[in-house]
């Protein structure tokens, strides 16, 4: 046997060779990554490693040797270019032709790629100082082009804008951070939580521009000097960090004829639109865990790792429903939002505690269920609404609001 091929070497495809491995899958195991490390935690870097608390080393999921103990083999700094199937409806056994003229033959065939930074297309966006954050190696240089610089723009409102943001100002930096839309984050949370994100952010001295587009990035000798806004001003800046959202890498996809829809097209148990072939992560746009209609992406760690134990358990001949209720967390300097569930189509929300105490939550209902849950500094409430929607209860809306109230999940 040729065992089972996962392209992409991040947190989707390191879960999906553990898993195998605890489900009895003896076969060989081949992870190729595109960078020069063994698989790595992301979201650190926009916390932890930029502010010093973390290093390189300290972000592995394991070490080299305990991959050569398992039998996976992780081929670093290697890219699939190409990959022909066998043609059999399922027996599918085909080879991955690699950059370096490598070919690796499969009997399973995993696409756990992940995605890439959103580019600028504006004038000045190759300019030296213009930074993105995706990899260790945006960080290193990120962290690089700081000790340089003393004006920050963040181009972007969302998490990892807002996570480099409050990074900057700890490092004593004069922080701008541009938003085209009329709030921060107006996508993913209620105007409650995006309000109190920008006024702390203010109160920390960050300065943040709302309903404001970027027209071009100026500089001289090649290197940024400011970011030119829609409205014609010219804000000051040494360093630029856009962070405006992540495109899914579908080159592999495409090539292979596979449905995708800003995203590679999965069902409930990690399944392509060819049934051979899994894939999980950011990559991958599925059915709504909590309701099965319609289809999300979700850029997460928790969707990562179990979305990636259902394809593993798929591969075995074991499959079962990705029905894990979606969690995520930002910490932005000394808050930290934990949000669970998804607010999509709410109708209604409730504030437990005060937002100028920046220790609050808001509970998200539709049809007076709750869908979710966004806690700032408020851990007790995020965990007990979690464990509700985790078994498929919920919490009455009235009451939510009187903090002397006990919250009860009720079926």
């Known amino acids: 046997m040729s065992g089972t091929l996962i392209v992409g070497g991040g947190q989707a495809g390191a879960q999906a060779a553990f898993s195998l491995r605890e489900m009895g899958y003896n076969a060989k195991i081949t992870i190729v990554g595109s960078e020069p490390h063994p698989p790595y935690q992301r ?96 960080a290193v240089k990120l962290l690089d082009v700081l000790e340089q610089g003393a004006t920050v723009v963040v181009i972007g409102g969302g998490f990892v804008g807002l996570e480099a943001a409050a990074m900057a100002r700890r490092r004593n930096k004069h922080v701008t951070v541009v938003e085209v839309g009329d709030r921060l984050l107006s996508r993913v949370v209620a105007s409650e939580v995006s309000n109190f994100l920008a006024d702390a952010h203010i109160r920390r001295g960050t300065n943040v521009l709302l309903g404001c587009g970027v027209t071009a990035i100026e500089g001289e000798c090649e290197r940024v000097g400011g970011v030119r806004l829609s409205d014609g001003t010219l804000i000051p800046a040494d360093v630029v960090i856009v962070g405006v959202g992540m495109t899914p890498r579908l080159d592999l996809a495409e090539s292979l004829g596979l449905e995708t829809a800003d995203g590679i097209v999965v069902d409930a148990f990690a399944r392509t639109s060819d049934p051979r072939i899994v894939a999980a992560g950011d990559c991958t746009v599925m059915p709504n865990p909590m309701t099965g209609v ?60 005060s937002t100028s105490s920046e220790k609050f939550s808001v509970f998200y209902y539709k049809d007076r269920r709750l869908v979710a849950v966004h806690a700032v500094n408020r851990p007790k409430d995020y965990m007990l609404a979690r464990k509700a929607l985790s078994q498929g209860m919920t919490v009455p809306p009235e009451g939510v609001a009187d903090e002397a109230a006990l919250l009860v999940p009720t079926a």
Not at 108 to 130: E, K, Q
Not at 327 to 345: H, P, R, T, V, Y
Request: with cysteine; net charge neutral; charged share 20%.
């Open 294 to 353: 319609g289809l999300v992406r979700l850029e997460s760690v928790q969707n990562a790792v179990d979305q990636a134990k259902v394809a593993a358990a798929t591969i075995v001949g074991r499959p079962y429903a990705h029905t894990s209720l979606p969690w995520f967390w930002s910490n932005q300097g000394d808050i930290k939002l934990q949000m669970a569930g998804l607010a999509e189509g709410y109708d209604q929300t409730v504030l437990r505690g």
């Open 43 to 138: 979201p650190p870097l926009s916390k932890a490693f930029l502010t010093g608390s973390a290093d390189q080393e300290s972000l592995h999921f394991r070490k080299p040797e305990y991959y050569v103990n398992l039998g996976v083999d992780v081929l670093c700094s290697r890219r699939v270019i190409d990959i022909e199937l066998g043609g059999g409806a399922t027996d599918m056994a085909g080879i991955a032709r690699l950059n370096d003229g490598g070919v690796k033959g499969f009997d399973n065939l995993m696409l756990a790629v992940g995605g890439r930074p959103r580019r600028l297309d504006i004038p000045g966006a190759h300019l030296a100082g213009v930074c993105y954050l995706r990899t260790i190696a945006d």
